[in-house]
């Protein structure tokens, strides 16, 4: 008995013993993170043991917490969160030097802190590091060509069509809808049909397999433990995996990727190698002799350059089975929330901006004259249309941020960085920027006149990102936004109702999340020209 009360004795020592050192650690690393940024006389928020200044966030949420720490501490900021040194800025030519003047040592975005043990997750194009990244994107590249965005514009019409349709119904029985919701039914059957091939009509069944897996796709609650303890101890995350728990729905990924597998054994069956959609690209970038002088010559018929993101080390290695399956589910991932979060906004914006809505409806009038169907030529001479869309994207940006990864050891702008950290750039802040936009609160589509344009630097308005590691999708995206508004708005006035938020509220989660939905109305037009 004696022995095993020693040993008990012992165990409990030992552990007491490595709490101690643990938390003696974790205060030397708040100690050395506090004087890092103070040493270079960067100022930022109070640090604490294990949160960092994470607790700035959990206060604020996105984007507040940028605003509010701007305020009070300026333009660049040293701060700790989610366990990494981050220098926080909203410094327009830091931002450039970040993102494209020293590209090399910033390729890589935040690690990928939720790592799935090499299911398809792991390699999709947004976590994918260095070369392997590179090599990724030079091959899909191609898929968004202008060539390409033609061969998908009719599907994309298509659904437009059928979602006028739908909103006949809410004119007719004077009934409002909820614009986020409705806008992702749209959303998921262009996906479906423009870069799979497959028809799912989720807008006429929302009730469908498809629509109900892409609406789980996401599991972020605030409320529970384990997304921070995920967040803030990311080595842990494999242990919080045992309880069940996954950032991402792993019932979704798992019928996304039976969808995708299934799309690639027919089409490799029965040699259907004619489509022209992401799949099929994807599938004829299988071959390891792929031929990039091929794909080099397609895109930069667009004025699209390949070398800052392939240099010498895309040697023709086609895509793998399991990075297939993976990009086809980050489009089904990404593009389901962001494009119908980005298309019910800017809708949201017409009903709050009925002068705009006016003016913009007058511009489609006068080029389709009473033509119904809308051309790839058609949507480029709507040029107010396009401001439209611009200024909605400037005041709800999808991605407040964007993080990039420190490669090595490195001195930016007289800011010594350590190779590991984060620099963080707070595209919102830069968006809201009274110097750069005036009144920047203020919905003004003429703020993208082409006059206008040409005043600003491409870092002063970057929904999407800027420099090689953009949002490979903006065109298309932009393409899927702005058609379904001209069509909606051939047929209808948008108008607000009385659940609509104005000004519109958010979630601690950003624009991805309004806080009461985006309810609005429509009436059928009866002074079209």
């Known amino acids: 008995m004696g022995a095993i009360l020693s040993v008990s004795s012992s165990i409990t020592s030992l552990l007491l013993s490595g709490l101690v050192v643990g938390l003696l650690t974790y205060y030397w690393k708040t ?31 996105s984007p507040d917490c940028d605003k509010r720490l701007t305020q009070e501490f300026g333009p660049t900021i040293g701060v700790c969160e989610f ?38 997750s792991d390699y999709m194009m947004t976590v994918l590091k260095d070369d392997q990244w590179r090599r990724v994107r030079s091959l899909l590249t191609p898929t968004f060509s202008t ?71 996401i599991n972020v609650n605030f409320k529970d433990p384990r997304l921070w303890i995920s967040l803030m101890c990311p080595k842990l995350y494999p242990l919080i995996k045992l309880t069940g728990y996954s950032i991402i729905n792993h019932s979704s990924m798992k019928f996304f990727e039976k969808v995708m597998d299934k799309i690639i054994e027919t089409r490799q069956e029965e040699g259907q190698t004619e489509r022209q959609d992401l799949m099929q690209l994807m599938i004829n970038a299988h071959s390891d002799e792929y031929d990039m002088d091929e794909v080099k010559k397609e895109v930069e018929q667009d004025g699209i350059t390949l070398e800052e993101t392939t240099k010498e080390t895309t040697k023709k290695k086609g895509l793998s089975k399991q990075e297939i399956l993976a990009q086809g589910f980050i489009v089904f991932l990404a593009g389901y929330d962001t494009t119908s979060t980005a298309t019910s906004l800017f809708l949201y914006n017409m009903a709050v901006h009925p002068d705009c809505q006016q003016k913009l409806q007058q511009e489609i009038d006068g080029i389709m004259q009473g033509r119904d169907n ?10 107010y249309l396009d401001q439209c869309f611009q200024e909605s994207m400037r005041l709800y940006p999808i ?22 950290m984060l620099v963080t750039i707070s595209v919102y802040n830069i968006h809201m920027n009274p110097d750069i936009w005036p009144e920047p609160e203020k919905y003004d589509p003429d703020r993208f006149s082409p006059e206008e344009k040409a005043r600003h630097s491409p870092v002063d308005h970057m929904p999407f990102g800027y420099g090689p590691r953009n949002c490979i999708a903006i065109r298309l995206a932009t393409m899927i936004c702005k058609l379904n508004l001209a069509y909606v708005l051939m047929n209808f006035n948008i108008v607000t109702c ?29 002074n079209v020209e």
């Open 374 to 383: 809308i051309t790839y030529n058609d949507l480029k001479e709507m040029v």
């Open 498 to 526: 009385e659940k609509t938020d104005i000004p519109m509220k958010f979630t601690k989660l950003g624009v991805s999340k309004p806080k009461n939905g985006i309810f609005l109305k429509v009436e059928k037009r009866t």
């Open 399 to 420: 991605a407040p941020r964007l993080e990039r990864e420190v490669a090595g050891d490195c001195n930016v702008r007289g800011i010594d960085l350590k190779k590991g």
């Open 31 to 61: 100690c050395m993170q506090n004087t890092f940024w103070k040493e270079q006389g960067i100022a930022g928020p109070r640090m604490f043991p294990v949160i960092g200044s994470s607790w700035t966030f959990f206060r604020d949420g």
């Open 147 to 217: 060539g390409k965005l033609k061969l998908m514009f009719q599907s994309i019409g298509d659904c437009s069509k059928l979602f006028v349709k739908n909103l006949q119904k809410h004119a007719d029985d004077d009934t409002d809808f909820e614009a986020k919701v409705t806008c992702g039914w749209f959303t998921l059957d262009v996906i479906a049909r423009a870069a799979f091939g497959i028809e799912v009509d989720s807008q006429n069944n929302p009730d469908g397999e498809y629509a109900k897996a892409a609406k789980g796709i």
């Open 83 to 120: 366990g990494l040194m981050t220098l926080l800025t909203s410094d327009v030519e830091l931002a450039k030097d970040v993102m494209v003047k020293e590209f090399n040592n910033f390729c890589n975005r935040r690690p990928n802190g939720f790592p799935n043990n090499g299911e398809i």
